[in-house]
């Protein structure tokens, strides 16, 4: 959970409906944040129902972006969108742009930032719910603090024997970093015979890019 300004959280609603005093409280969630408007100070446990307006960003590995903006008093407003038409939206035309400058494009250029993930100790039965629930085929395993421990995917469970996710995933973990070049990141996928790659920032998870994200760069390219 973190503090900001209004203008930090980009919220739209009305003016009526805010007042100068109130802050913006970003509570991270899995696969986006929920922000709440609300008066200076306010405590975290009375933050929802003291809120003037919530609005919603849940980013999906089925590459939909799901958004919603409730304001205190009446007024509603939801959209469900691809998340290339979403990032463009928010002026996230890095995919577009990279390389127009003569700049390579990297894995931090197209990978999905908010990503789904697993812990080691979730159960086989309640890992195959969760794939199901969210339409991925797989996900990165972590640990507490990030540190990707393995892969784990759809062949694993019905491959591997196991009851937990630690007896099934895959390691050790192919991952790229931030820097490598979008190109690379493609071949990679290639020639393992792979359909997601982590990325990684000092041996913690920053990212996914699958399939899907090397085709939307290579489609908003103009390559192929």
């Given at each position: 959970m973190r503090r900001g300004t209004l203008g930090e959280a980009g919220v739209s609603a009305s003016l009526a409906a805010l007042q100068p005093e109130d802050e913006a409280l970003v509570l991270e969630v899995h696969g986006g944040e929920v922000v709440l408007v609300v008066p200076a100070g306010i405590a975290v446990e009375a933050a929802v129902g003291a809120s003037r307006v919530l609005r919603g960003t849940l980013r999906l590995e089925s590459e939909r972006v799901l958004t919603f903006e409730i304001v205190a008093?009446?007024?509603?407003?939801?959209?469900?969108?691809?998340?290339?038409?979403?990032?463009?939206?928010?002026?996230?035309?890095?995919?577009?742009t990279a390389g127009v400058e003569g700049r390579v494009v990297t894995a931090s250029d197209i990978m999905t930032r908010e990503v789904i993930t697993t812990r080691p100790g979730v159960l086989v039965k309640d890992l195959a719910k969760r794939l199901t629930y969210h339409r991925i085929s797989g996900m990165p395993v972590v640990d507490d603090q990030g540190v990707i421990l393995g892969v784990v995917s759809e062949a694993?469970?019905?491959?591997?024997?196991?009851?937990?996710?630690?007896?099934?995933?895959?390691?050790?973990v192919i991952s790229v970093v931030e820097e490598t070049p979008a190109q690379e990141v493609a071949a990679l996928l290639t020639e393992e015979r792979i359909k997601r790659v982590p990325v990684v920032r000092d041996g913690k998870l920053v990212g996914l890019i699958g399939r899907s994200n090397v085709v939307s760069w290579v489609g908003s390219q103009g390559q192929g």
């Open positions: 008093g009446g007024g509603a407003s939801y959209a469900d969108s691809p998340m290339s038409h979403a990032e463009r939206r928010e002026g996230g035309g890095r995919r577009a694993d469970i019905i491959s591997k024997r196991g009851l937990t996710v630690a007896d099934i995933m895959t390691t050790p």
